[in-house]
Structures are given as C-alpha cells and as structure tokens.
C-alpha cells in the first residue's frame, strides 16, 4: 500500500531537518519557501508510487515472462518442447519458437533442475531432470527423444550458459517391513490392498519431492485389516525403506559392498525425481517386488 502525501511529506521535512544547519531559523509555516519545495518534492513522490502501484501487476507479469535465461525460464521451455517438430527465429530475431503450437505433441511433462558444479568452469552448471507421464505413472524418455531435447535446449540458451537435461529411469522403491492383520481378509487381499495405498502414495508425491520413510510406513498402516507395522531395529534383519537407483547410463547404482539397494534415512530425494515399484525384468530381475519384502503375520491378540 502506498504512503499518504501527509506521510511523505513528514519523512521529507525530517530528513530536510538532518541537513539543515541555520536550525534557529526554522520555519514550521507551510507557506514558507522551503516548505513549499518540501511539498512540491513530496507530491512529486506521492505520484511516483501511485504510478507504481498502478502498475505493479502488469510489470510483475513483464518480469516474469521476459527472456531472462533463468533456470525457472528454461524449466518451462523443456515443458514447451514439441516432438518432431523445428524450432525458427521470431521476427524481431530475438527468440526461437514454433510455428505452430501443438499441444499433442508435447512429451516432457515434468521437469525439477538443481545447480551444481563443473569441472573446468567457475560458473555451476544447471541439470534439468525431465519424465514424461502422469503422477504414479512417470517414466524416462527414451534416448532418441532425449537427444532431440538437448539440442532444442542448447539452441535456447544463452551463451555462455551450460545446461544438462537427464532422463532417469525410476528409483525402485523397496518396504522391508513387518505387518500385522487381523485375519479378517486373505493374504492376497491384503497384498493388494497395501499396493494400491503404496501406489496412492507414489501418485500424491510431487515431481522430485521428498519421499518420507514414516509416510510409507503410514500409507501401509492405512489399510484396512492392518493392526501394525513394524520396522526391526536389529541391523541383522536387513529391514527399513530401501531404494535403488538409476545412473544416466540406465546402470543400477552400487556401494562399495556392490549392493544395489540402499536404505533410507527419514527422507529421500529420488534420483530420477520419481519412484516405483520393481519390474522384476531386466536390471530389476533381482529386486524383489513389494509382496515379497513385505511380510505377513496374524495378530497374536486377535
């Protein structure tokens, strides 16, 4: 909200005041000469931020929609990419576009960046991470596509700019847990049931949002007939949340023991900006899917 001419007017003839050093010749009449340049000054200030005020929406929008080489800014052009088709240089030779707009060909649905650094640069390159699909049904977007989406980011940049957009197949998410049921449903019910709320979960998580080891644990607690869920603190048992992860090469990422799977702290940032469950085929064919970590037992109490 902008300030009153009274407002201004006062903070004017205080910082005036600061500076003047005939003190004993103040003159408090507004009809004085150096009130009424005051005044002038004032008004003048007043109009200023009226103007500005006025508006502000539509320089806010200017701002945001300029072509300023922001992360942000290619982030929505990587969503903007049309398969297929070439970009041309605008009339006033100051931008790429397309020209045709074709929201059917649209793949990249998702796209999170990060800044990191670069060998040989003193400036930090800007990796883009890009899936195509919808929430609980990510998936990477094949070589040939991915290709083609690097060279329409790099004819967008700026120069001296240094970019990298990957496309990761999803991180294998992999429950070791305990749970106890009450006996009213079979164990294949209930395997069911404890994959649709895992499924459910994975959809409700944004694009390169943090998995919470407690939320998995609580979306299996969800389901009905489930009485607990227990997570062995014995380092032995091999239980928690485990993941495992795709380098850019589609190799599954190992530890220096040569193991594929990880075990999560209290949060996870997926590698590919997404998770899943287990193919069981090809680099997966030995990472067990859910109904196979999770193990069943009735409640003694029941």
Known sequence: MTRTLSEIYADARDCRNNYLELTEFENSSKMSILDAFTWVVAACIWTFENILEVFKVDLAKDLQNRINGTPSYFANALLKYQSGDDLVMNEEGTQFLYPNVDISKRIVTKVAYYEEDEAGFHDKIVRFKIATGKPGAYSRIEDSELVAIRAYLNKILFAGQHAKVVSRIGDVLVPRVVVYYDGAVTEDDLYSSIEEALNNYIASIDFNGLVYSQKVIDSIQS?????????????????????ARYDDDNNLITDENGNVMSKIGR??????????????????KDIPKWRDTIILKLEDNV
């Open 223 to 243: 389901v009905a007939h489930v009485t607990d869920v227990e997570v062995s603190s014995n380092d032995t048992d091999h239980q928690g949340i485990f993941v």
């Open 267 to 284: 949060y996870y940032v997926p590698n590919s900006g997404y998770i899943k469950q287990s193919s069981c085929s090809g680099a997966e």
